[in-house]
């Protein structure tokens, strides 16, 4: 069974940083592209960034484009988003999906979220 | 890259078909065949329902059929249930490395 358990989330202020990760099991973790997309309060989904199941590829939101960084560590089953400049239209869940590709196409299993909110 | 446009809404009564409509352009659902469609019940994840335009991943109803032509992508959910009632997103790749969420649609079950 797929899982998919994110952390890192909480209050940060305008202009701080926040570093999420995800843990994934049950699955060959290397062999598929993972994505972030996030969800803001009562709003619909907006995809963020993805990776390559190597890792060497990367595809960002221009919302989030120079500001947020996502990396996988493949030994240690973990996805990463690295979020600096935080703004308040940043706060949302933010999900962690795995791909159903090795390549980014689409989501299929999704995480339960955590919430990031950019208050001062 | 814009969202795809949803109908904010959409309603059936029980054992009834209902069709929600997935709109793009040349970029995007035109383009490629990489559509998906998503459930997501109040508080819930996601759930995948329809990937590439009509693929339903193992243990999805055939309830649920997806279709596309020219720009517009459609979910039906035929046969309504109580717990069909949710938002729906659709999803489609899109040029430059994108994807595309469309702004989602309450499916109310009268």
């Known amino acids: 069974e797929v899982q998919l358990l994110e952390s890192g989330g909480g209050l940060v202020q305008p202009g701080g940083s926040l570093r999420l990760s995800c843990a994934a099991s049950?699955?060959?973790?290397?062999?598929?592209?993972m994505n972030w997309v996030r969800q803001a309060p009562g709003k619909g989904l907006e995809w963020v960034s993805a990776?390559?199941?190597?890792?060497?590829?990367?595809y960002y939101a221009d919302s989030v484009k120079g500001r947020f960084t996502i990396s996988r560590d493949n030994s240690k089953n973990t996805l990463y988003l690295q979020m600096n400049s935080l703004r308040a239209g940043d706060t949302a869940v933010y999900y962690c999906?795995?791909?159903?590709?090795?390549?980014?196409?689409?989501?299929?299993?999704w995480g339960q979220g955590t919430l990031v909110t950019v208050s001062s | 890259q814009s969202a795809l446009t949803q109908p904010p809404s959409a309603s059936g009564s029980p054992g009834q078909s209902v069709t929600i409509s997935c709109t793009g352009t040349?970029?995007?659902?035109?383009?490629?065949?990489?559509v998906s469609w998503y459930q997501q019940h109040p508080g819930k994840a996601p759930e995948l329902m329809i990937y590439?335009?009509?693929k339903r991943p193992s243990g999805v109803p055939d309830r649920f059929f997806g279709s596309k032509s020219g720009n517009t992508a459609s979910l039906t959910v035929s046969g309504l249930q109580a717990e069909d009632e949710a938002d729906y997103y659709c999803?489609?790749?899109?040029?430059?490395?994108?994807?595309?969420f469309g702004g989602g649609t309450k499916l109310t079950v009268l």
């Open positions: 049950g699955f060959t973790f290397s062999s598929y592209a």
């Open positions: 990776i390559s199941g190597g890792g060497g590829s990367t």
């Open positions: 590439e335009i009509s």
């Open positions: 999906a795995k791909d159903y590709s090795s390549w980014f196409k689409a989501p299929d299993n």
């Open positions: 040349s970029s995007d659902v035109g383009r490629y065949n990489f």
């Open positions: 999803s489609s790749y899109a040029v430059s490395n994108n994807l595309v």
